[in-house]
């Protein structure tokens, strides 16, 4: 008798459908169900998130804008945002502001880079003391190299100096041994140091303050190495005064006013954006306490098409910034909500919308007037 065999069914392994391992993939994971599909200011680029904000969470913030849309978002909306150094009482809203209280958790002024982020926490402690210790001006005010634009005018007087960078460095020291969550905008990896001691400054001495001397000070760019360096030093000196902290970071995706390197500024942008996305991913990677949160992308990337910049293709716009803080609010805090006002009506989330819309305009506006950078190219 011939043997027959039987017919191969649907479920036998040699004619089941191939599979790869992007079967299995989660729609994030394709351009076309994530991004062509959805409505841009939909596009959601978060996946598994862990780190959560709680209304108590005390969240101390630094680095450039994005860092400050953060903070005032929180604080408007009923979260801990944590500010370690408090103007005098005497001080109204308008002198505060212009003296740059409560812009950052403490009175540092615009801090570009991870080498910044880094000597201050050294500073804070002890660990390092600039040799170029103070700018003295030609009216004879005296300017802090290390936040010269954080008082206006310039500190009359030596001894004045003095106590405010004293007390500036204890609030530093309080925020990094109380915070819960810091927040962190990589903004920059161009930056000016010190020959001597490669202490470095927030801008290149003489824009803001000082005089500068090729003899004495040198263009550092960045690379990956030193900004995971840097970092990596600065996440183990703030775990060994906060055990339990937890790191957030952003890169700022506003381009450079100005290179110092012998290229176009677009391409120099370039180089300084994706370094600074590539060490963050790594930090994330490597860290247990450290997060990344996606705010570049959501403003650069092809889906805005351009629409969350202004007509200077460098400035964020507020629909920019909404995306994003919708986006965080979504993920990172314990609610998802930003403000009970989100939960009453369509009546109360048009007046709710346009009074964010009025926050970030004035928050746009302080941030032009409070963004160092932009001396650079004051001609």
């Not at 062509?36 to 862990?50: F, I, L, S, T």
């Not at 915070?179 to 140091?193: A, I, S």
């Not at 506003?254 to 176009?264: G, I, Q, R």
């Not at 570049?296 to 200077?312: F, L, M, Q, S, V």
């Amino acid at each position: 008798m011939t043997n027959v065999e039987a017919a191969p069914t649907s479920s036998d392994p040699v004619v089941r459908k191939a599979k790869t391992p992007y079967h299995m993939q989660p729609p994030t994971a394709f351009w076309r169900r994530s991004v062509a599909e959805v409505a841009p200011g939909e596009v959601d680029p978060v996946v598994g998130w862990k780190l959560k904000i709680g209304r108590d969470t005390k969240v101390a913030t630094a680095g450039s804008c994005f860092a400050q849309h953060i903070a005032r978002r929180l604080r408007s909306s009923g979260y801990h945002y944590f500010v370690s150094e408090q103007p005098p009482i005497k001080f109204g809203p308008e002198i505060t502001t212009s003296f740059n209280y409560g812009t950052f958790s403490a009175r540092y002024g615009n801090i570009y880079t991870s080498r910044q982020l880094l000597q201050l926490i050294q500073r804070a402690y002890g660990l390092f003391k600039p040799v170029d210790d103070m700018w003295t001006a030609a009216d004879g005010s005296i300017i802090d190299p290390y936040r010269p634009t954080i008082q206006p005018g310039g500190f009359p007087t030596l001894a004045e100096f003095k106590l405010s960078r004293e007390q500036h460095l204890a609030a530093v020291r309080r925020m990094f041994e109380e915070l819960d969550v810091f927040v962190f905008t990589l903004g920059l990896t161009e930056c000016w140091t010190n020959v001597e001691d490669g202490a470095a400054y927030p801008i290149c001495p003489g824009a803001s303050g000082g005089t500068f001397d090729p003899k004495l000070h040198k263009f550092v760019n960045l690379d990956v190495a030193d900004v995971c360096a840097d970092m990596k030093g600065f996440a183990e000196l703030l775990r060994r005064v906060n055990p339990n902290s937890k790191i957030m970071l952003t890169v700022s995706p506003v381009p450079l006013v100005a290179t110092a390197e012998a290229a176009h500024v677009l391409t120099a942008t370039t180089y300084s954006k994706s370094v600074l996305r590539v060490a963050a991913q790594t930090l994330a990677n490597q860290l247990p306490e450290v997060h990344y949160f996606p705010s570049y992308e959501i403003i650069t990337g092809p889906h805005a098409r351009g629409a969350y910049y202004a007509e200077d293709a460098r400035e964020v716009v507020e629909d920019g910034v909404a995306h994003v803080m919708r986006t965080f609010f979504a993920h990172a805090t314990s609610d998802g909500t930003t403000s009970a006002s989100d939960t009453g009506g369509p009546a109360a989330q048009k007046v709710a919308n346009r009074a964010e819309r009025r926050r970030i305009r004035q928050m746009r506006r302080l941030f032009e007037v409070i963004c160092d950078e932009k001396l650079l190219d004051s001609n």
